[in-house]
């Protein structure tokens, strides 16, 4: 069995924690929010972000980032990315020796654009680095927490790597893990998924129905594709649990913050009453600015990330937009 730190006790990690556990692993969640950290350690539940279902006993907390770091040689990050890069500053004040990192943020550095493994080997002192794998696919933590069914998928480009934690994670009851290698193309595909989150939740706020949903996930498979092809991953992993099965499950699931803030964005909040009415990260707001710079270097054809951008950043209407794609020019599929 293993020791295992988890860097963000918010309802991934708290779900994950859960799994770590009812695998009898050991586990230290570290979180900064003291009142979440003592609730964990004093009534094994986190309500605020998960209302139902209980941490295992092999799960303490802690907020001293020390601890957490010299508990294990395996950390798992799983932190908003717009705190990433302060909390890995921190990470590489105080680490002493070797660690595996796996992370299961999704999303793009804010700013820099740049995935969440190049951020790590950015800051991280690399002899101190002793792999990199993203866990990653469609998964709710709401499901995972109550142990329904779920699939994702470990993806390194050390083999050895991959195979090791899905060997942790896997649960023959209620948590299915894959391997994969590409890198790239998953970390894009989980990070560029919450943007077309937010585009189907703007059309349940519109009142709009299953046939316009359905059309979103198809071009959106498409505008993934050219974006992650061109962004250097592999076209096969659009079709995986990373690619396909995270889009529709972000898509059409109400637990999803970015449909959720979608719905509200259709309403008429704007991008900062959104965020502020939820208590959970809504990591496809800024990646929307990511992806659509991206786009617009490598001059690729993306008009639903248009569509969204222009809804958040430039005030245009949700209605106007869909109306906007409705009308582009017409073209083969
Ligand atoms: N919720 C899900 O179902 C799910 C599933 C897969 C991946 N993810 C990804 O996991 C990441 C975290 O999402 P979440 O849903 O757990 O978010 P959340 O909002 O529920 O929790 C975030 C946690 O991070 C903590 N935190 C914030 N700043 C910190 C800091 N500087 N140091 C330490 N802790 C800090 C907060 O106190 C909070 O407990 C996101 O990138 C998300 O996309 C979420």
């Known amino acids: 069995m293993e020791k295992i730190s988890i860097i963000g006790a918010g309802s991934w990690g708290s779900a994950l924690a859960r799994i770590l556990g009812d ?7 570290y979180d900064t929010n003291e009142s979440t950290v003592n609730e964990i350690n004093n009534f094994h539940t986190n ?22 770091i010299d508990f294990t040689d395996i950390i798992i990050l799983c932190v908003p990315t717009k705190v990433l890069r302060s909390v890995l500053h921190l990470i590489n004040e105080n680490i002493t020796s070797p660690k595996l990192f796996i992370n299961t943020s999704k999303g793009l550095e804010p700013d820099t654009y740049l995935r969440v493994s190049e951020v790590v080997y950015a800051i991280i002192n690399h002899q101190f680095i002793k792999g990199f794998v993203a866990l990653t696919g469609p998964t709710h933590a709401e499901e995972v927490i109550r142990q329904l069914p779920t699939t994702i998928c470990s993806v390194s480009t050390n083999k050895e790597d991959a195979k090791f934690v899905q060997q942790i994670f896997n649960n023959s009851t ?6 994969g290698s590409d890198l790239i ?27 316009a949903r359905a059309g979103l996930i198809s071009r959106a498979l498409v505008e993934m594709k050219r974006l992650v092809v061109a962004m250097g991953g592999k076209e096969d992993t659009i079709y ?16 999803s ?44 054809s993306t008009p639903i990330i248009d569509a969204v951008y222009s809804v958040i950043y430039k005030q245009q209407g949700v209605k106007e937009v869909v109306a ?6 017409l073209k083969d599929e």
């Open 240 to 255: 995986g649990l990373t690619g396909i099965g995270d889009l529709v499950v972000t898509t059409t699931s109400h637990y």
């Open 324 to 329: 906007e794609l409705m009308n582009r020019a």
């Open 47 to 68: 309500l605020a972000k998960l209302p139902i279902g209980e941490l295992p006993f092999e799960v303490r907390a802690t907020t001293s980032i020390k601890d957490a």
């Open 23 to 29: 695998n009898h692993h050991q586990v230290l969640l």
């Open 257 to 300: 913050r970015n449909f959720q803030a979608g719905v509200k964005l259709a309403k008429g909040s704007n991008l900062a009453e959104t965020i502020a009415s939820m208590s959970m990260v809504v990591e496809g707001a800024r990646t929307v600015e990511a992806v659509y710079d991206v786009s617009k270097k490598l001059n690729l």
């Open 174 to 179: 209620y948590f299915r893990v894959y391997t």
């Open 185 to 211: 193309g998953s970390e894009l595909c989980s990070a560029i998924k919450n943007v077309y989150a937010i585009a189907s939740g703007m059309l349940e706020g519109c009142g709009y129905g299953d046939n």
